[in-house]
């Protein structure tokens, strides 16, 4: 499976933006997409992720309802939207794909990243 972000750009804070991870085949429902994200200097950070097969998304701590996941099949895309958008939001945004059966994110398919930036 090949994984594209995009949707990225530059926004003010307070503003929104919606990111695409559109996969290159149809998912499988076995698998989980996951959102990440890494800003300049840190490590790596859990945005959210949704099994594609059913199920509610599930969201890093920092999120607190300004992001939401969702999925559409026939597109085989899933979706970040970002609202209230922070300074601190800034990072080059990844999507990932993995099977739910226990490997690993770093086992799974990644897309290239997409960058978002946040002015205040």
């Known amino acids: 499976v090949q994984l594209q972000a995009s949707g990225g750009g530059l926004v003010q804070a307070g503003g929104s933006l919606r990111l695409s991870c559109a996969a290159s085949e149809r998912i499988s429902n076995t698998y989980i997409i996951g959102w990440f994200r890494q800003a300049p200097g840190k490590e790596r950070e859990f945005v959210g992720l949704v099994r594609w097969s059913f199920g509610l998304p599930v969201y890093g701590d920092f999120v607190k309802g300004r992001f939401t996941i969702s999925r559409d099949s026939a597109k085989n895309t899933v979706y970040l939207q970002m609202n209230t958008l922070k300074p601190e939001d800034t990072a080059v945004y990844y999507c990932?794909?993995?099977?739910?059966?226990?490997?690993?994110?770093?086992?799974?398919?990644w897309g290239q990243g997409t960058l978002v930036t946040v002015s205040s």
């Open positions: 990932a794909a993995k099977s739910s059966g226990g490997t690993a994110w770093s086992g799974g398919y």
